[in-house]
């Protein structure tokens, strides 16, 4: 459409563009909530399956108590340690289908959000600050003792905990104690999950940086002032909360930490039975060959994830410049696409080699449970018939069929427990949960003082004068919002929401990445 000449034809292209833009914004609403309707229904199913598993370790462990001779317990043992590697995995799963769940949500909001303001286009908004005083009252106590000598000291106090003799011998001991419980192989791959668990929440929130920062740099690009009011006032927002969250929780932080780690060698040590499940020599090959196996399968995540996240802020960039780039025409972005695209077809073949056993037995046990359905189909067939359902050929048949797939689930079962991805998942079992806890307290410790050793409090102050000089700016420079400002808004509350749900997902998403197990 040609740029208009007045007045009146700019209103008519409005009008003429008004009615596919709301049509294709319907549309994309629509499609947002049926996405949301799906992941419901996969968390649904993914928390009814947890149920299950609950009742069936509840079971499991009546069991063994009822059992007088320790030897006869060996089978449960194993069934519930199965049990557990399943709850583990499906834990793991409800997690993502809640992710999954927020994520839909939060694009539906989106979406609802472009359809209203699709309708309403030519409403301009405005911007303004309440309370600029209280809050610049508020804040220049902030600033103050961020500047004085109780967090400088807190700092070098947790940098000693941290790195110093004999401040850090409590971190020496919960360090040994915790490394004394777990074979190499295994805390090295823990600690591997953690990371990979820690980058994914980093990676979302580097993801929500450089978002606003390209919506930034349209409002420059394409107003000069477009949308600065909204990512200002996010900003600053942003870094009051972290300077308030510092000058809050900075000290009572160090102290859990510092409690942590000197419950941790207090707590009673594991049983010589449980030592030596996940110790056992026999099984050391195959479960140190599956943590290998493992490691080089995140090696090749690492590189999808990677490309993707390359291939995204590319088409940040350059949608950023001019929303209508057609991604073909730019050369880094084609180069970025056949990256993803090799990256996926590089971890394709070894992630299904990797989950290849299982998805056998799943299939087995569907297979033997349709025989054994057709079965009883031929069976009742046979007696409304009048004919013994003992001498009936269909039956025979159907029989056969039941035994030849019970078979094959036990070969496809025995296949499943001996891959590597169900012989890791198993040796994450056989470690309570006790211990795994103190790992996870001992790096959530480490964490803390790193943190608080790494974090400048003048640097907090700073940052806040800074986020406030530029929200001056902005509300100074800034007269009206446009499709460019909605899109920031609609994308800023999108991101929000994603991000409100990792931090509030945290623990659980370190927990899970640090013990993630498989259903035997």
Known sequence: MAAPVSLLEFAQQQQAAAAPALAAAQAAAAQARAALALVRDRRAA????????????????????????????????????RTLAAQQANAAEALDAERAERYAAAEAARAEAVLSATARRARAAEAALPG????????????????????????????????????????????????????????????????????????????????????????TTHDGTLGQVAIATRALEGAEALAATHAGTAAERLAVAAARLAAIPQEPALTAAQVARITD?????????????????????????????????????????DIDTDPASVPAIVTAQAD????????????????????????????????????AAAEAAASARGEDPATDPAVIAARVAVTNAGNALDAAEVAWRASPKAVLGVWCATVPDTAWRRLADLEAARATLTQLAGQDPAALATALGAAEDALLAALIAA??????????????????????????????????????????
């Open 46 to 81: 993914a928390a009814s399956a947890g149920a299950a598993f609950a009742r069936e370790a509840a079971a499991l462990r009546a069991e063994l108590a009822a059992i007088v001779m320790p030897a006869d317990g060996e089978p449960l043992l194993e069934a519930l340690e």
């Open 340 to 375: 993803l695209a090799a990256a996926e077809a590089a971890l394709a073949p070894v992630e299904a080699a990797w989950n290849a056993p299982e998805h056998a037995r799943d299939a087995a046990v569907t297979l033997l449970a349709e025989r054994v359905a057709a079965l």
């Open 132 to 219: 600029a005083e209280a809050d610049a009252a508020r804040r220049d106590a902030l600033r103050t003792r961020l500047n004085g000598a109780e967090f400088s000291d807190l700092r070098t106090a947790a940098d000693a905990a941290l790195n110093t003799a004999p401040a850090n011998a409590a971190l020496t001991a919960a360090d040994a104690r915790v490394s004394g419980e777990f074979p190499a192989a295994l805390l090295t791959r823990a600690l591997a999950r953690l990371a990979r668990a820690q980058a994914r929440t980093t990676r979302s929130g580097l993801a929500d940086v450089a978002a606003a920062a390209a919506a930034a740099s349209f409002g």
């Open 479 to 520: 007269d009206k919002a446009a499709r460019g400002g909605e899109w920031l808004q609609q994308e800023a509350a999108r991101d929000a929401a994603r991000e409100d749900f990792e931090n509030a997902a945290f623990a659980r998403a370190v927990f899970a990445g640090l013990r993630a197990g498989v259903a035997p």
């Open 281 to 321: 020599a026999a099984l050391d090959a195959a479960r140190t060959a599956a943590a290998d196996g493992e490691a080089a399968l995140d090696v090749l995540r690492d590189a999808v994830d990677t490309a993707r996240a390359t291939l995204a802020g590319l088409l940040l960039d350059a949608w950023r410049v």
